[in-house]
T-cell receptor, first 114, second 110 residues
Framework: EAGVTQSPTHLIKTRGQQVTLRCSPI?????VYWYQQALGLGLQFLLW???????NRGNFPPRFSGRQFPNYSSELNVNALELEDSALYLC?????????????FGPGTRLTVT | RKEVEQDPGPFNVPEGATVAFNCTYS??????FFWYRQDCRKEPKLLMS???SGNEDGRFTAQLNRASQYISLLIRDSKLSDSATYLC???????????FGAGTRLFVKA
């Protein structure tokens, strides 16, 4: 069974630019979570999508946004990039509808903002 | 006070040692509990879910104490490959909120 996939693997952007990161969940999983992990720090919760709806968001500014598509894949958009947005962005999926909250992670997208 | 707290370590142990990690959580609405391991610059990988009755998977044993709001992970017969950061994870209110601890770093040495 294919795991969670993310693209791109690495990305270098300039301050002020916009970026879109993509995530495909495990087949059968309806929930997608996005996390930010800055170098040497813990995972910070960004967004949770389930069945196409945004269910919860973490303590991040509105320039972090996303969506979930009918096939349950998801995009994370970050506008007006700042240097401190440099981090590993991780996507995870789970089978929320069967009350299974185990999250399985993709390999992440490493974003560098210069 | 952090919602999920772990001893940051690092724990430096020899091969074959037994090591225990502790984690406390503050939200009494916490429903599901997990341990993940994360290797350097990699994604977290689910190690095991933690149940009230306790559960064991090979050399790994996890315990949950709801009264004390405490979770533990015991690793027996440590291997070099166990070197990683171990993350305690708490899921609150039916998945509405997932909180990762900052992690405990383990180094297993030959």
């Amino acid at each position: 069974e294919a795991g969670v996939t993310q693209s791109p693997t690495h990305l270098i952007k300039t301050r002020g630019q916009q970026v879109t990161l993509r995530c495909s969940p495990i087949s059968g999983h309806t929930s997608v979570y996005w996390y930010q992990q800055a170098l040497g720090l813990g995972l910070q919760f960004l967004l949770w999508y389930d069945e196409g709806e945004e269910r919860n968001r973490g303590n991040f500014p509105p320039r972090f946004s996303g969506r979930q598509f009918p096939n349950y894949s998801s995009e994370l958009n970050v506008n007006a990039l700042e240097l401190e947005d440099s981090a590993l962005y991780l996507c995870a999926s789970s089978q929320h509808r069967v009350l299974s909250y185990e999250q399985y992670f993709g390999p992440g997208t490493r974003l560098t903002v210069t | 006070r952090k919602e999920v707290e772990q001893d940051p370590g690092p724990f430096n142990v020899p091969e074959g040692a037994t090591v225990a990690f502790n984690c406390t959580y503050s939200n009494s609405a916490s429903q599901s509990f997990f341990w993940y391991r994360q290797d350097c610059r990699k994604e977290p990988k689910l190690l095991m879910s933690v149940y009230s009755s306790g559960n064991e998977d090979g050399r790994f044993t996890a315990q949950l104490n709801r009264a004390s709001q405490y979770i533990s992970l015991l690793i027996r017969d440590s291997k070099l490959s166990d070197s990683a950061t171990y993350l305690c994870v708490v899921n609150i209110a039916g998945g509405f909120k997932t909180i990762f601890g900052a992690g405990t770093r383990l180094f297993v040495k030959a």
